[in-house]
């Protein structure tokens, strides 16, 4: 195979660097995974080294499924193996299946999924008398998580909790990890976790893991957490051949734990490294690209490249502010509109910065009738039935698992409730059992009513038959027998609805994901995991004409068409990350991949009011600071606003305070006089309608009324992220914006 032919310059002298450590900065649209795979190739055809001696790691099974289907076709005519192409957590889970038992786990372990890990932290709430109204269990599973992610304990949590909601959520998790422990169960940051402690405490384990795979490739390299950090650290501990590929400019995930240092401070780990730019972009036009570039150039956490294409300029990036969220839906769809006359084969992405932006636009989309699919919805196996039948099956391997249990142990109804199931819970707490156990000390000692016993002994023996069943049937068969003997898809068809059909249907898939995956000779672990660890953008399907998404999930995918909205200081930057130098440069970046999601057409919306969160009243909004860093000559703005010179956002017209008046009806009207730019501090005589303000604690807002004069002037003021607010003059802290 001649390489090359088939990379420029700087992609090969990637895929030929293959001793020692690398440092791949490969911008948007690089062709990374072409090189990640070109390297796998060359170091098996050119290099002598066995498939099965490399390892590449990545975060979506999407990305890794898509890799082993490049690699597969490129070592046809010389492969004797397959190298170990996965996520980062099925990596873990592998090799936990074959070591965890180090840790006194059994190899049979659960993986709980969010839904699990709720309902465990609902259950310990529950008893430990957590008052939901000082700390919400999911708030408690998000401090659980975060605390995981950065290598925490309870007892850290406790010496470091500073009012009462800390203290709860220290003792929950104390208590959340001990259930899953006595479930024989892992969630979704143990899988990472554990196999960190696995290579802490017996080295000789993680030399042998380093050993077996002398060549490691990491993908998304800014992505990675500090577990995932310390985890490369150990399978690079009897060699440095680790490549790592990715890009600081997108480092996106800061909120789920990545932290951006890992790329920026990898030469200090790996001294010898090599650090290879790919620059020259293949997806995006010239102009799409110099106006992400532009925008992205403001951050000062990068190394900084300088992409370059040799497609075609393009056309201009078409900006347009809408009055409000509804004329700004009626513009996405009338542009979507527009563009499917001209090729219905287009594909275009409607992208957010958070959720509930996208009911006005599938609004507007549903009454044109324009077919449209959410991308981070419930996936296939979240939804209720799967979930019950994922919970059998999981049952059929590990009845201890109580969490499983409990989801199905009254479904369909077999008068098992919940005061039943109460006392189960208890029971096993004061027994130092599971559940199971304590449904056996139950029935044994006869301590409910006769109706009770009678429920949970045919519920006993139905699992026990399951639990037979799964040692000696496929995975399809053993799931057809549990529809069978629960009569679950029965309950369904008595239902007699739409919905119902619909969830036969997912059923009815289920048992083809079954045989599928009993085709690959998987056994029901296996299937379970894979379950367990699929992703939302695993469900993204390329063939959707019109998909909708955050920009979040927009991530690693690529459209001829993009129209980003809710373009407003916020939202997007959010109100949260106004204030803070490295947030609002990791919002930037959320921007830049936005942007670069584009191949051939970019459009930016924002509106001059919206309602936020159940408010009567629209808010008045500015323009996101954003916009105003894309050089002016790339952009064209569109509609009956626009500003001259283009997306220069100084000031407030009087249309603006005008429009806002009669918004808020009965508002009081004086002349507002244009407010120019002017030194940031308070002068006297300067509140007065229209006056764009700065506070302390709110922001960024506009003075909308005044009532009185002097020390007793009171302001009303429409803040970005907080709505009305009256105050003081005096005593207010306004800064002029």
Known sequence: ????????????????????????????????????????????????????????????????????????NLLRAARSGDPLISTFHSFCVRLLRREIEALNYTRDFTIYDEADQLQVVKGVSKDLKVDERLVTPKTILARISHAKNHGKTPQNLLDDSWEPSWEYTANVFNEYEKRLKKSNALDFDDLLIKAVELFDKFPPAAEKYST?????????????????????????????????????????????????????????????????????????????????????????????????????????????????????????????????????????????????????????????????????????????????????????????????????????????????????????????????????IAIEQARLPMRTIRALEAFHALIAEFVRAAEELSNSALLEKIIAG????????????????????????????????????????????????????????????ISLMTLHTAKGLEFPVVMITGLEDGLFPHSRSIMEAPQLEEERRLFYVGMTRAEHKLYLTSTRFRRYFGNMDQQISEPSRFLSEIPEELIEEVGERRRKPAVKF????????DAVMKVLGGAEKKPAPSVQPGPKKKLAGAWVLGTRVKHPKYGYGTILRTEGSGDDLKLTVSFISHGLKKMIAKYAELELA
């Open 1 to 72: 195979m001649d390489f090359a032919k088939l990379l420029n310059t700087e992609q090969l002298h990637a895929v030929e660097s293959t001793e020692g450590p690398v440092l791949i900065l490969a911008g948007a649209g690089s062709g990374k995974t072409r090189v990640i795979t070109y390297r796998v190739a060359h170091l098996v055809e050119n290099r002598d080294v066995r498939p099965e001696q490399i390892l590449a790691v990545t975060f979506t099974n999407k990305a890794a499924d898509q890799m082993k289907f490049r690699v597969r």
């Open 212 to 440: 077996r795979f002398p060549y490691l490739m990491v993908d998304e390299y800014q992505d990675t957490n500090h577990m995932q950090y310390r985890l490369v650290r150990h399978l690079t501990r009897v060699h440095d051949n680790v490549c790592v590929v990715g890009d600081e400019d997108q480092s996106i995930y800061s909120w789920r734990g990545a932290d951006i240092q890992n790329i920026l401070s990898f030469e200090k780990d790996f001294p010898r490294v090599r650090i290879i730019k790919l620059e020259q972009n293949y997806r995006s036009t010239k102009n799409i690209l110099a106006a992400a570039s532009a925008v992205v150039a403001h951050n000062e956490l990068r190394k900084g490249k300088t992409l370059w294409t040799q497609n075609p300029s393009g056309d201009l990036i078409t900006y347009m502010e809408a009055t409000d969220a509804e004329e700004e839906a009626m513009y996405v769809a009338d542009r979507i509109l527009f563009h499917q006359k001209a090729d219905p084969s287009v594909r275009i992405a409607v992208l957010y910065r958070t959720n509930f932006l996208s009911r006005v636009l599938e609004e507007k989309l549903r009454r044109y009738n324009m077919k449209y699919r959410i991308v981070g919805g419930f996936s296939f196996y979240e939804r209720a039935e799967i979930k019950d039948l994922i919970s059998y099956l999981t049952v059929s391997l590990n009845p201890d698992d109580s969490v499983h249990l409990l989801r199905v142990i009254n479904t369909p109804p077999r008068g098992i409730g919940k005061t039943t199931t109460d006392i189960l819970e208890e029971l096993a707490v004061e027994r130092g059992t599971s559940v199971w156990g304590a449904i056996e």
């Open 486 to 545: 629960t009569k679950y898809i029965e309950m369904l068809e008595e239902e007699g609805t739409e919905e119902s059909e619909n969830r036969i249907e997912n059923i009815r898939e289920l048992l083809t994901a079954a045989e599928e995956s009993h085709e690959r000779g998987e056994k029901l672990r296996e299937f379970l995991d894979h379950a367990a660890l699929v992703s939302d953008q695993d469900a993204y399907d390329e063939r959707s004409p």
């Open 650 to 657: 100084e000031g407030t017209s009087y249309d603006t305070v």
